[in-house]
């Protein structure tokens, strides 16, 4: 069994044992002794939110443990995979979508409303980064005076996949870009953005127009504000970036004018690196995204623009 496979088995394993341990101190009795009776269910649903950078993988991991057919204790067992960006399942936790009980509070004592929402409580969560997690448990904490995910002992977060993020840029254009600035970084990038005479002034060709940046829709994708933190690491020239670096009137003008050479990124998907697959030069000339992305997705660029995308690895990043 090679090891993306246990880490996902060990992950659905880690779940049954979280499902088989409620049903069991259900069945067992509650604060007054009293015992409850549970009905056996049909299926038991191991749902599991996934980061968008994982998802490919964890569908097929998930869909190959369903073909075995599974079960626990007779009951079939099937694990529904949800492919959610990180900040998009943080705003859920905090706005309690999924429902959540108070303490010493049933399932068949909740309204039925709220036995409808906690229906579809997730079991796992895959997510982009720890301090999502913490972010999440902090506003469950708040609200139930406890915590939901366990972050100590045996049971701490661990990252499962990481990834750095790297500047993708097309070779035609890289090799433009290090004539006329030496490097590939988000200065050089700010200067590109900025040339009012585009890809000419640059000395590439009058036929590739404006320099075009791509970077991850920050309101549906979490690597969109780390790219956006790593410019202004560099922009600094230094790793502790503070609320009030970020908020600084002349940084943001530079930011302003940087993110003006994106490409409609209010309307751009989550998978930026698919799209540059798919669209090639329309979606831009490069970007910073992560490297499992651009990796995964290198094939079918130079299968449909046969232009490789140069990898550059950038001074500062999150």
Excluded: C
């Excluded at 502790?240 to 998907?269: H, K, N, R, Y």
Aim: aromatic content about 10%; hydrophobic content about 45%; cysteine-free.
């Amino acid at each position: 069994m090679n090891r993306t496979r246990l880490i996902f088995i060990s992950i659905i394993v880690l779940a049954l044992v979280i499902v088989g341990v409620s049903l069991a101190l259900q069945m067992g009795g509650n604060n007054s002794g009293a015992a409850l009776t549970v009905d056996r269910p049909d299926t038991v649903t191991v749902r599991v939110i996934t980061a968008l950078p994982v998802e490919e993988w964890v569908s097929k991991s998930a869909a190959s443990y369903n073909a075995g057919r599974p079960t626990i204790d007779g009951v079939p067992i099937q694990v529904e995979i949800v492919g959610m960006d990180g900040l998009t399942a943080l705003g859920r936790w905090d706005r309690n979508e999924y429902g959540s009980l108070a303490d010493g509070l049933t399932p068949e004592q909740a309204a039925e409303a709220q036995r409808t929402t906690l229906a579809n409580f997730p079991t796992a969560w895959i997510p982009d980064s720890r301090y999502l997690v913490e972010l999440a448990n902090a506003s469950y904490k708040e609200r139930l005076g406890r915590d939901v995910f366990l972050t100590d002992g045996e049971y701490r977060a661990r990252p499962i996949a990481v990834s750095l993020f790297t500047w993708g840029i097309y070779d035609s254009r890289a090799k433009v870009l290090e004539q006329k600035f030496g490097d590939v970084s988000w200065e050089s990038i700010h200067a590109a953005a900025i040339a009012r005479g585009g890809w000419p002034e640059l000395g590439g060709d009058p036929g590739w127009g404006f320099f075009k940046l791509v970077v991850p829709n920050p309101s549906k994708n979490v690597g969109g504000l780390a790219a956006m933190i790593a410019a202004a690491g560099e922009y600094y020239g230094r790793t502790d970036i503070a609320v009030a670096d970020i908020t600084d009137p002349a940084f943001q003008a530079w930011l302003v004018e940087l993110m003006g050479a994106t490409t409609d990124v209010g309307s751009a998907s989550a998978y930026t690196a698919q799209d540059f697959a798919l669209f090639g030069y329309s979606v831009g000339d490069g970007g910073q995204l992560l490297e499992s992305d651009l990796l995964q997705n290198m094939q079918g660029i130079l299968t449909r623009w046969e232009d490789p995308l140069q990898l550059y690895y950038p001074q500062y990043v999150t």
